[in-house]
């Protein structure tokens, strides 16, 4: 069974700070790795994805994140936080091959961005 | 960019009607997903639908829970007799495929389900 641990539910970043959001994540088989962002009362938009090729995957709007077996993590950053980023993040994992490819998230990291 | 859309927004019954969720996936798209989120919970998986039956189902799909694609566009979620646990948010998604090429899961903005 994939699982996947979001560490610190909600953050707050300064505007212009760099933006650290962790993810740890289990799977018994190579995993697909990913974020979304929730934007309020919008749906879920993905930001990047993570599928076996280089460990460090670029997204939309600036955000990175590294993929880490030893550590298995998926950590997400951003250099510099901009207001348009507050937002809800999550970090999900489903597993190659699988006929129907279902995601298995997080419980979601909630960022505030100060001015 | 396209986009799957969901409606109604916000469903409002009572336990044990029925209600059905309606979703249209982009249309070129051939896997279909339901998704719910409890308030303050993680976002959980209910089902895969792909050439008209469902591929995977967790277990909170029980026998109240049923998916359709009535018409080539349109995908349901209909839950027969709602109970107050099924409040929730539900999010639709789609995808082109599954894997390294395919499988990006695009969301709709999800129907708010609140039963009383």
């Known amino acids: 069974a994939q699982s996947v641990t979001q560490l610190g539910s909600h953050v707050s970043v300064s505007e212009g700070a760099l933006v650290l959001l962790r993810c740890n994540y289990s799977s018994s088989v190579p995993p697909y790795l990913f974020w979304y962002v929730q934007y309020p009362n919008q749906g879920l938009q993905l930001l990047l994805k993570y599928t076996s090729a280089a460990t460090l995957v670029k997204g939309i709007n600036g955000f990175e994140a590294e993929f880490k077996k030893s550590e298995t993590s998926f950590h997400l950053t951003k250099p510099s936080a901009h207001m348009s980023d507050a937002a809800e993040y999550f970090c999900a994992v489903s597993g190659p091959g699988a006929a129907g490819n279902k995601l298995t998230f997080g419980g979601g990291t909630r960022v505030l961005v100060k001015p | 960019e396209p986009e799957v859309t969901q409606t109604p927004s916000h469903q409002v019954t009572q336990m044990g009607q029925e209600v059905i969720l309606r979703c249209v996936p982009i249309s070129n798209h051939l896997y279909f997903y339901w998704y719910r989120q409890i308030l303050g919970q993680k976002v959980e998986f209910l089902v895969s639908?792909?050439?008209?039956?469902?591929?995977?189902k967790s277990e909170i799909f029980d026998d109240q829970f049923s998916v359709e694609r009535p018409d080539g566009s349109n995908f349901t979620l209909k839950i027969r007799s709602t109970k107050l646990e099924d409040s929730a948010m539900y999010f639709c998604?789609?995808?082109?495929?599954?894997?390294?090429?395919?499988?990006?899961?695009?969301f709709g903005p999800g129907t708010r389900l609140t039963v009383t």
């Open positions: 639908f792909y050439n008209n039956e469902i591929s995977e």
């Open positions: 998604a789609s995808s082109e495929g599954v894997g390294t090429s395919g499988g990006k899961q695009y």
